[in-house]
């Protein structure tokens, strides 16, 4: 059967990386994807800058200083942040200054204010400081011409305040890619309405659209369609015109209402796989329609859940040009058993933390969805086993 | 000098937890902290169960069942997910089941179709099952009257699923607190303009407003003000109608242009305090006006992220009731040399994975922005030590 790679290789085949780009707003731009170069304009700091509140001097002036031998400097002037002190300080003169302001021409040390008497027209200096002591370099944070931020960077705090350093407001960026949830189902009632006799209430979409949301990619439609293969072909034809990718929950199965199989043929979509060796979640299927990725989960909540980051989130990884979608694999010891074989690969709730992992306590049925609320990852148990025992070392998924 | 914990709580000390509610559609409220209590109001599965498609039988009538020796049974009815079969299956008879619905009354157990003729009047049967195998049964996710959702609980992907499967929309949340940021200093130039001899692009505002927004709080004012006390005092008066807690930047050290401390005094705010044991950064200043909480923080902007995650962020946290605002701290071995004796307790830009941490390359300093890029936590330098080397444990706090 077709293996987990094989199957999210060749979903990641059918996408292209998002070319359209956006102008943003730096200050809305979080989370985005730049799309253009962040390029140093110019050195950073601009000019060399005092770290402190004190005076610009000349450090061999101050060679002698102590507190009980005080050198006497002229003040001659006095440059605030955001000044330009106009002339040059020569020996025996001393700059009042402020963090953050140029260093004037012929200074090359800042005394600090604590290291003087704070004098007006003339200041008495306690404490000797050497050349280029409490200064900060012209371009010690980046010279001009650097590339700070490359194209396909994401924007989080930091960067955001490297690109205003660099003045860049607004900012390109990609537009982020176009996806819609659909559950099918007819035992499926819309929370907040009455539940039936026979009716559960629809959780799937609402699992897939919040975790889009949480993962910084918002589902632009979220709906649900009974188990009528012409409503639901009609449904994908109409979300097909936006969406980049169409994610559907249920129906994928071998039973009378599993209605995806039909749906595809009714579409003429292009099917690239049903089934794949992984539990939960046989048999997830993927088709093409137009430009349209088709990807449709089981019906069950944790096998909907598990494939989503198995098979959904490295492809809107690469549409997205975002790795942080693709989750992170890492070893752990388990720290409980699991003692149920299977023929396929299968994935469990898990709780991970310093390279540990439990099995998540409770009911481990792909039904279950109270059993996913301690879970930080998928616990992978390779097939063929009787489970896997305490000790064992086992990849997780990070959630 | 104050301590960084004793510092944390003078801040929690005033604050409320946010008491105001409002009521979102289930969809808009991945991120948000639960208002109400989310309790079940049936078993989940409300009914015992289909896990698969196939056939929904009496268990002992299956009991000798081979593929040489079929057990051949009546095909009574037949039962979708969703719909409810009004009758009983007795001695010798099946219902046709479909995934998902419920098992009807007399049936302890389910054929798969695959282990059947998949007849339509008769079934031949191939494989026996025991009694409540291949059988969910009703409540086994959880029970009625079960408190599923505590009041307070951050609704990530799993709580909004198990919200929805509750039947819970709209859903009770808390509000978001509001938080303002103001930079200050005659320095700054907003990103996008000209640059002139003397000035710099202003950061802060941009990387804590990022940062905010990263974190699942955007602030509802992003501002600069220069340097004179009465346009900032003016700033903060406006901003304190709406903003729970208003962060500003620099102004806060022994200069001329510190102006926050006579903007203090012309709002007559009660100062909480001013400098803490803690490089960079030991400047910060706090106080009371009104019922907004003042946290000003130094110009420099590795010291006012650091003073932003280790003093706001768990202010933050009591205001909205969530507590990942609280950065995480971790033991971690370092894994490289930092030689540098501080008075202070220094915090440095690092990179830990696996229970090791690396100080960040590059300039220390704390204007430098573009050493935070690769950044994933602060590492913690106890004070009077000779900074700390290779093989050292370490605290991290996880950014």
């Known amino acids: 059967m077709l293996q987990i790679e094989e199957a999210v290789h060749c979903l990641q085949q059918q996408v292209q990386p998002i070319r359209k780009t956006q102008s943003l707003p730096l200050l809305s731009a979080t989370g985005r994807i730049l799309a253009q170069e962040g390029r140093a304009m110019m050195d950073q700091p601009p000019f060399p800058r005092s770290p ?5 001097v000349r450090g061999q002036d101050t060679a002698k200083a102590k507190k009980e031998a005080p050198v006497c400097l002229q003040v001659v002037g006095k440059v605030c942040a955001g000044e330009v002190f106009p002339g040059q300080v020569k020996a025996g003169e001393a700059v009042r200054i402020m963090t953050g302001a140029p260093i004037p ?40 011409g650097t590339l700070l931020l490359p194209k396909g960077t994401r924007l989080r705090g930091n960067e955001i305040a490297l690109a205003a350093s660099l003045g860049l407001d607004p900012v390109m960026v990609y537009q982020k890619p176009q996806i819609a949830v659909v559950s099918t189902g007819d035992e499926l009632t819309m929370p907040g309405e009455d539940l039936k006799p026979g009716k559960i209430y629809d959780s799937n979409r609402y699992w897939l659209s919040a975790r889009l949301s949480e993962l910084g990619i918002p589902a632009v439609y979220s709906g649900h369609c009974n188990d009528e293969p012409e409503e639901m072909a009609e ?8 969406a980049d990718v169409i994610i559907t929950t249920g129906g994928v199965s071998v039973g009378e209402k599993d209605i995806m199989h039909e749906v595809i043929q009714i579409l003429s979509a292009r099917q690239l796989f049903w089934r794949v060796d992984v539990k939960p979640g046989a048999p997830v299927l993927a088709a093409v329609f137009g430009g ?11 096998a909907a859940a598990a494939n989503f980051e198995l098979f959904v989130r490295p492809v809107i990884g690469c549409l997205s040009r975002d790795e942080s979608w693709i989750p992170k694999k890492k070893q752990a010891r388990l720290e409980n058993d699991y003692r149920k074989p299977a023929g396929a690969r299968r994935f469990l709730r898990g709780y991970t933390e310093d390279e540990k992992v439990w099995v998540a306590a409770g009911n481990h049925g792909s ?3 109270s059993a996913m609320l301690v879970c930080n990852c998928l616990i992978e148990i390779p097939p063929h086993q009787a489970g896997a025992v305490k000790g064992d070392m086992v990849w997780t998924y990070l959630l």
Chains 1, 2 share one sequence.
């Not at 349209?292 to 944790?302: D, H, K, R, V, Y």
């Open 52 to 56: 402190l509140d004190g005076y610009a």
């Open 235 to 242: 449904c994908i034809r109409k979300r097909s015109q936006q």
């Open 367 to 369: 039904g279950s969805l």
């Open 292 to 302: 349209t990725l088709l990807i449709c989960l089981s019906g069950n909540p944790f």
């Open 105 to 144: 021409q012929g200074a090359d040390t800042v005394i600090r204010q604590e290291d003087s008497d704070s004098g007006q027209e003339q200041v008495m200096i306690y404490k000797s400081s050497k050349p280029y002591e409490n200064y900060c370099y012209q371009g010690e944070d980046y010279k001009k």
